[in-house]
């Protein structure tokens, strides 16, 4: 049953900072990898998808890498922005199956 | 595009009562959609995956009594909560996946507050 963490729970940085957000998957038999902000009260919003092909993707001050071997991910923000702040969350997809498995999200604030 | 609504937004509702909610996909045709439920600080855990014209397939441990899924169109999924208890209260959010699109590419709604008082 694939296992999806992420590490820290919280975070808490100074605008401006470049920071890194991790995530790790115990099955590695994944389809694709994304990455979901959400804020608070609200529904998801896609930030990333990475395919299991490939090794990273770019949008903007995002950038997620992807290790399949390893089983883990990490989302880069540069350059944060207190809009930034929110809880973000990876989730994965296995082949032959479209059901996506939650991580258990960080939430990050941004200190203005 | 690509554009999910859930309906209502938030709903209280009284213990024994139950509740429907509505999952549209508002511009594209879903042959699957998902329900998941959130509790406050915790993560999405999958509930159910509604196929069109057929019957949900339940995760474990979900009560299929109890949370009545029913995709009767490609645009439309509904979930109803029968005999909701407060332990119901959460927060639930829909998926549709686009028929003909990337097989493991979900768009997601806004959610649903439920609260049972």
């Known amino acids: 049953k694939q296992e999806v963490t992420q590490i820290p729970a919280a975070l808490s940085v100074p605008e401006g900072e470049n920071l890194v957000l991790n995530c790790s998957f115990t099955?590695?038999?994944?389809?694709?990898l994304q990455w979901f902000r959400q804020d608070p009260g609200k529904g998801l919003t896609s930030l990333l998808l990475?395919?299991?092909?490939?090794r990273e993707q770019t949008s903007g001050r995002l950038n997620a890498s992807l290790d399949k071997s390893s089983g883990r991910s990490t989302l880069y923000i540069a350059a944060s922005q207190p809009g930034d702040s929110a809880t973000y969350l990876c989730?994965?997809?296995?082949?032959?199956?479209?059901?996506?498995?939650f991580g258990t999200g960080t939430r990050l604030t941004i200190i203005p | 595009g690509a554009v999910v609504s859930q309906h209502p937004s938030r709903v209280i509702c009284k213990s024994g009562t139950s509740v429907k909610i509505e999952c549209r996909s508002l511009?594209?045709?879903?042959?699957?959609m998902f329900w998941y439920r959130q509790f406050p600080k915790k993560s999405l855990m999958l509930m159910a995956t509604?196929?069109?014209?057929?019957?949900?397939?339940?995760e474990q441990g979900v009560e299929k009594d109890k949370f009545l899924i029913n995709h009767a169109s490609l645009t439309l999924s509904t979930l109803t909560v029968t005999s909701a208890h407060p332990e119901d209260s959460s927060f639930y959010i829909c998926?549709?996946?686009?028929?003909?699109?990337?097989?493991?590419?979900?768009?997601f709604g806004p959610g649903t507050r439920l609260t049972v008082t």
């Open positions: 998926s549709a996946h686009l028929a003909g699109g990337s097989a493991y590419e979900q768009y």
């Open positions: 099955d590695s038999a994944i389809y694709n």
């Open positions: 990475i395919q299991s092909s490939q």
């Open positions: 989730a994965v997809s296995n082949f032959g199956n479209e059901k996506l498995t």
């Open positions: 511009d594209f045709q879903a042959t699957t």
């Open positions: 509604s196929n069109e014209g057929s019957k949900a397939t339940y």
